[in-house]
């Protein structure tokens, strides 16, 4: 469905409680740029960008092709962190804030964000969807002086291959015509704790012309820009980000499962370890790791290097441990049955929080999902509860729902997976079996630490 811009007065805000109407009209033709920034998909990523420029009073033009998105935005039925749902409110109200799921507004931005998801499919391959018809999106819409700039986490070359060189084909050159860079998102969903202004971009262009450009444009609302020599500077630069947390994460876990052997308390030596003032970063075992960037994008590295015919062992057997992480949680409900003695096969098991980390709703590639598709491959009876995710879906098609008091389900043994703050754990019954996978993160009495 073609749709024009929808501008913030015409959207009603979270607190009238209904969906807003879209007010659909033609848009005018462009004349010159009326918009400093366009964010291409307003996802975990793009909306709280666009939101961010908005914040710099900047004018801001959000792109999403589902319109189901930009009614929920409109509504605020949105995951977001308080400070920018408070944004969200007042660019509603705000000329500068418009939403639209039609393409050819871009041509209306001084500059356009892509800001789109970049997956792995089940055998842990680029999957390159999205991105590629974002990029193909920009590239079409490109409008001469436009600066364009890539943020999703992929490939050392991407940039050049779906931007760089289709708008040369356009006659688009960048350094020149357009001014194209990379400059990968960091945004934590859930963490209140730091904003957006505050975090450093890194930015490499195509040309050092596309590079000045781009770093404008970021600095439109960060404080600080950190300039690298080229854009395979920037692309690898987040991947060594990410790839540093899953190596880090696969070791803490292997810690705990040592650990356990021998009888230490993992979180005890964690804390003891981190008092060291140099050396050491901390980091926390667990059931798994969920969301859009640590069990994906070292993956990209890995499958550009496959290509190259070039090893990298020590992120392949880190990928191995982290993706095998929430089968050996399966396991580890298994061993806890048959210690009662009981079989898998028709037990009910509960699983606590299904987000992949506290405080979101986001179940993107959740540790959660496998558990309780690997439980439910056992035989085992499933339940889960989680305020901030109503339902999901397994990999079987089966739909599950949040139990609305998890005393009904009479669980024989209680997973603790995702420890939100909300997490009410006042139904456990005393000697209720609790296999803790967040390691003591929900505080719970006698729990068996995974």
């Given at each position: 469905m073609s749709t024009a811009p929808v501008t913030g007065p015409q959207l009603e805000p979270a607190a009238h409680g209904r969906q807003p109407d879209l007010n659909i009209v033609d848009p005018s033709p462009a004349t010159g740029f009326t918009r400093d920034v366009a964010v291409i998909g307003l996802g975990y990523v793009g909306l709280p960008t666009a939101l961010a420029y908005f914040?710099?009073?900047?004018?801001?033009?959000?792109?999403?092709?589902?319109?189901?998105?930009?009614?929920?935005?409109?509504?605020?039925q949105v995951d977001v962190i308080p400070t920018d749902r408070a944004r969200l409110e007042s660019a509603m109200f705000d000329d500068r804030f418009q939403l639209t799921a039609d393409p050819a507004m871009l041509s209306t931005a001084a500059a356009v964000i892509v800001c789109v998801p970049t997956p792995v499919d089940s055998h842990f391959v680029p999957d390159l969807t999205a991105l590629r018809a974002a990029c193909d999106t920009a590239v079409r819409h490109a409008t001469p002086g436009q600066v364009i700039v890539l943020t999703s986490t992929t490939y050392v070359g991407?940039?050049?291959?779906?931007?760089?060189?289709?708008?040369?084909?356009?006659?688009?050159?960048?350094?020149?015509?357009?001014?194209?860079?990379?400059?990968?998102?960091?945004?934590?969903?859930?963490?209140?704790?730091?904003?957006?202004?505050?975090?450093?971009?890194?930015?490499?262009?195509?040309?050092?012309?596309?590079?000045?450009?781009?770093?404008?444009?970021?600095?439109?609302?960060?404080?600080?820009?950190?300039?690298?020599?080229?854009?395979?500077?920037?692309?690898?630069?987040?991947?060594?980000?990410?790839?540093?947390?899953?190596?880090?994460?696969?070791?803490?876990?292997?810690?705990?499962?040592?650990?356990?052997?021998?009888?230490?308390?993992?979180?005890?030596?964690?804390?003891?370890?981190?008092?060291?003032?140099?050396?050491?970063?901390?980091?926390?075992?667990?059931?798994?790791?969920?969301g859009h960037c640590i069990p994906c994008d070292p993956h990209y590295l890995l499958w550009q290097l496959r290509k190259d015919r070039t090893d990298a062992p020590m992120i392949t057997e880190a990928m191995r441990q982290i993706a095998g992480r929430p089968g050996r949680t399966v396991d580890r409900v298994r061993e806890m049955l048959a210690e009662r003695p009981m079989a898998v096969k028709g037990a009910r098991v509960l699983v606590v929080g299904v987000a992949y980390k506290p405080d979101v709703a986001d179940v993107r590639e959740s540790p959660a999902l496998e558990i309780l598709q690997g439980l439910r491959d056992l035989g085992a009876a499933i339940g889960y509860v989680d305020p901030h995710v109503p339902e999901v879906r397994l990999r079987d098609g089966v739909v599950l729902?949040?139990?609305?008091?998890?005393?009904?389900?009479?669980?024989?043994?209680?997973?603790?997976?995702?420890?939100?703050?909300?997490?009410?754990?006042?139904?456990?019954?005393?000697?209720?079996?609790?296999?803790?996978?967040?390691?003591?993160?929900l505080d719970v009495a006698d729990a068996v630490a995974l």
């Open positions: 914040a710099a009073d900047q004018a801001v033009l959000g792109l999403d092709a589902s319109a189901a998105r930009l009614v929920a935005i409109g509504a605020g991407c940039t050049i291959d779906l931007l760089v060189e289709p708008l040369a084909r356009r006659g688009l050159r960048a350094g020149e015509d357009v001014f194209v860079a990379f400059s990968a998102e960091r945004i934590d969903p859930g963490n209140s704790g730091t904003a957006q202004e505050v975090l450093p971009r890194v930015i490499g262009g195509a040309t050092p012309a596309c590079a000045e450009r781009a770093a404008a444009t970021l600095a439109g609302y960060a404080e600080h820009v950190h300039q690298v020599p080229s854009l395979a500077t920037a692309e690898m630069t987040k991947l060594l980000e990410n790839t540093f947390r899953a190596v880090n994460i696969a070791l803490v876990n292997e810690f705990a499962d040592i650990c356990r052997t021998l009888d230490i308390d993992v979180t005890h030596v964690i804390e003891a370890a981190a008092t060291k003032p140099y050396g050491f970063m901390a980091f926390t075992p667990g059931p798994g790791v969920g729902k949040s139990l609305v008091d998890p005393r009904w389900f009479n669980p024989a043994l209680v997973l603790l997976h995702t420890p939100h703050a909300d997490t009410d754990l006042s139904w456990l019954t005393p000697g209720q079996p609790v296999l803790d996978a967040t390691f003591g993160r």
